[in-house]
Each structure stands twice: as C-alpha cells, then as structure tokens.
C-alpha cells in the first residue's frame, strides 16, 4: 500500500507543478487585464465588470473552433494566448465576432478589415 500511494505521489508532482504555473501565469494575466481571476473548468480565466477573458498558456496557437467555442458557449470578450492564434481564427474574430479582442503576450492583434473585391 506504502508503494503504491509513492508511485502516485511521484506522478502528480509534475502534474501539480504544471497546473500551478498556469494557474499563476493566469493571475498574472489577469491582473494585467485589471480584471479578478476566476478559473476552474468551464469557467472563464477572469472577469472585469462584464467583460470575460480567457487565457491560453500553452506552445500551440489557439484555432478557430477553439475560438468559436469560447465566444458562443462561455461568452468570452477577451482571449491572451501566448503561442497566438491561427489566420482562420483571425479571419473568424475579423469577420464575424469584431467586438471580441485579441492579444498575443499581452499585446493587442488588431483588426484587419476584409479586402472588397472589384
């Protein structure tokens, strides 16, 4: 029994480290936002009035259904990735949802309106 809760115990410690740097990275974030930080699962990250943000801490870029689904499921306003977002996610955010406001390591992506063809 000794054995087993070790070999469990030595498996969460990553994990524990893992989540508790995302968990800080998005205090950090949030605080950045000037909004209080929220988080836990189905949730939003944080919440400045009535405006919610998600954070993404992750290596990949954020795609477009990812992003579809946080702004129609958790209606999320502001998304930070730091790995940023995929050109079909920006053409999404551009064309359909201009209101919702995007940022790579805390920087503004602005919008990019759509070329009209002759």
């Keep these: 029994m000794v054995v087993i809760a070790k070999k469990l115990k030595k498996g ?13 990275y998005e205090k950090a974030k949030a605080k950045a936002h000037k909004g209080k930080h929220i988080g836990g699962p ?30 129609t499921e958790k209606g999320i306003k502001e998304v930070e990735s730091k790995a ?20 790579q390591k805390g920087k503004p992506i602005p919008k990019k309106k759509p070329k009209k063809k002759k």
């Design 42 to 71: 189905g949730k939003e990250d944080y919440r400045r009035g009535n405006v919610k943000g998600e954070v993404k801490n992750r290596k990949t870029p954020v795609t477009k259904p990812e992003l579809k689904k946080m702004i």
């Design 12 to 24: 969460t410690e990553k994990k524990r480290s893992i989540m508790t740097k995302a968990t800080s």
């Design 84 to 103: 940023g977002f995929t050109k079909p996610a920006k053409e999404y955010r551009n064309k359909y949802q201009p209101k919702v406001k995007l940022f």
